[in-house]
């Protein structure tokens, strides 16, 4: 596929992102202080090992038990994952075609899979994939307004539709009800006392003046304006009906919910009776832990220390809840990462690499992409209507 030149725009959100694009003269130390901090973290963690062996989950048994896991259990994870991811790809997808711009299913898997794996691989991992996925956007055809406003409009819904399942998990427990219900009444509260004083005219326009101020500051200032710009129309480009909301609230939801179902599926191979209420806290408090430590790569570490733990609160055995999580990750991390770095080849991202290897490499990642579509189908996000194209209209591929 021909590559469209690259705007000043995207070469200004590049730059922010990697300095290392722009000739940054810094030390080389300085420049990789992110991978030495990342690597100084694992040793240290490596370090403490001898110290807590103690503490640490029977090797032998997290091996027995994964080896005897129950297989349906097991083909759950892997459904569930693909689910989740495969509910990311159609949610981006939902939003191209609301701003007017079709790609292949394929496309759109493999654009999340290499996203995801520059996330949770790299330094500055999350900033790296979305300026990545920008780009493939671009590629694909969308304008620059198009693109952000689908990475905006997608992490806005998938962060809303988490904040919600989190809540809605901590109301069904009955130990952390009282304080979830008081955590809530509180801006509830102040929500229902602002709403009705915002009509009064004077107070409104008091409390918009501050918002209005740095508006006009940020188009002021020549290295945020274009940026400034690009938000302020990106609501613009992207109008979703009401069949779209109800769609794009669904796969934002199921994102979430596959996920925490592949950690549950993961828990009853091995034995394992949590509810599942307790599982999506368990998956929560995994994911506060890893965010709390984003140097490290994935989560690595934290992650998996923090669900072990939550397992065992909820009244796990430590080597059953570690092999969970290890089942879990493998599947959710792991196998993950391996097929969004084939899906980063395919998509002529990687390396200079002979074409008969990169040949092969593209055919590897379309049958993994294939399997990974055909396990996402069996899940009910896949009967989610989407928009038919106009009489005589192709999609852009």
């Known amino acids: 596929m021909a590559e469209p030149s690259v705007t000043v725009a995207d070469e200004e959100i590049t730059s922010a992102v990697s300095a290392e694009t722009t000739g940054d003269a810094r030390p080389w130390w300085r420049r990789r202080i992110g991978l030495l901090a990342q690597v100084a973290l694992l040793v240290a963690a490596v370090a403490v090992l001898p110290f807590v062996d103690a503490d640490l989950p029977d090797l032998g048994v997290m091996w027995s038990l994964a080896r005897d896991a129950e297989p349906a259990w097991l083909v759950l994870v892997v459904v569930a994952e693909a689910g989740s991811m495969?509910?990311?790809?159609?949610?981006?997808?939902?939003?191209?075609?609301?701003?007017?711009?079709?790609?292949?299913?394929?496309?759109?898997?493999?654009?999340?899979?290499?996203?995801?794996?520059?996330?949770?691989?790299?330094?500055?991992?999350?900033?790296?994939?979305?300026?990545?996925?920008?780009?493939?956007?671009?590629?694909?055809?969308?304008?620059?307004?198009?693109?952000?406003?689908?990475?905006?409009?997608?992490?806005?819904?998938?962060?809303?539709?988490?904040?919600?399942?989190?809540l809605v998990a901590l109301l069904a427990d009955p130990h952390a009800r009282a304080l979830a219900t008081t955590a809530l009444a509180v801006p509830l509260a102040v929500l229902l006392l602002l709403v009705p004083a915002l009509r009064w005219r004077p107070l409104r326009a008091r409390a918009v003046a501050p918002l209005r101020r740095a508006h006009r500051a940020a188009l002021a200032h020549p290295r945020v304006a274009p940026h400034a710009e690009r938000l302020a129309g990106a609501r613009d480009v992207?109008?979703?009906?009401?069949?779209?909301?109800?769609?794009?609230?669904?796969?934002?939801?199921?994102?979430?919910?596959?996920?925490?179902?592949?950690?549950?599926?993961?828990?009853?191979?091995?034995?394992?009776?949590?509810?599942?209420?307790?599982?999506?806290?368990?998956?929560?408090?995994?994911?506060?832990a890893g965010s709390a430590l984003p140097l490290l790569p994935g989560g690595l570490g934290a992650i998996e220390s923090s669900m072990a733990a939550s397992l065992v609160a909820f009244g796990a055995a430590l080597s059953p809840a570690a092999a969970a999580?290890?089942?879990?990750?493998?599947?959710?991390?792991?196998?993950?990462?391996?097929?969004?770095?084939?899906?980063?080849?395919?998509?002529?991202?990687?390396?200079?690499?002979?074409?008969?290897?990169?040949?092969?490499?593209?055919?590897?990642?379309?049958?993994?992409?294939?399997?990974?579509?055909?396990?996402?189908?069996?899940?009910?996000?896949?009967?989610?209507?989407?928009?038919?194209?106009?009489?005589?209209?192709?999609?852009?591929?």
């Open 238 to 288: 992207l109008r979703p009906t009401a069949a779209d909301w109800a769609a794009l609230t669904l796969l934002a939801a199921l994102n979430w919910v596959f996920d925490i179902l592949a950690l549950l599926a993961a828990a009853r191979a091995v034995g394992i009776d949590v509810d599942p209420h307790g599982v999506a806290l368990t998956y929560f408090a995994a994911q506060a």
């Open 86 to 166: 495969g509910a990311f790809a159609r949610l981006q997808r939902r939003l191209l075609r609301i701003g007017g711009l079709r790609i292949s299913l394929r496309r759109a898997f493999a654009i999340t899979y290499a996203g995801n794996a520059l996330s949770t691989t790299l330094p500055a991992g999350p900033a790296v994939s979305v300026v990545y996925t920008f780009r493939q956007f671009r590629r694909g055809g969308a304008s620059a307004s198009l693109a952000t406003a689908v990475i905006l409009a997608g992490g806005v819904i998938t962060t809303t539709a988490y904040t919600v399942i989190g």
């Open 325 to 397: 999580v290890g089942l879990y990750r493998l599947v959710s991390y792991w196998a993950v990462v391996a097929v969004g770095w084939i899906a980063w080849v395919v998509l002529h991202d990687g390396p200079r690499v002979p074409q008969r290897v990169r040949s092969r490499l593209a055919g590897a990642g379309r049958l993994m992409s294939d399997g990974l579509m055909a396990a996402a189908f069996v899940t009910p996000y896949s009967a989610v209507p989407a928009p038919a194209p106009a009489p005589g209209e192709c999609p852009r591929r």
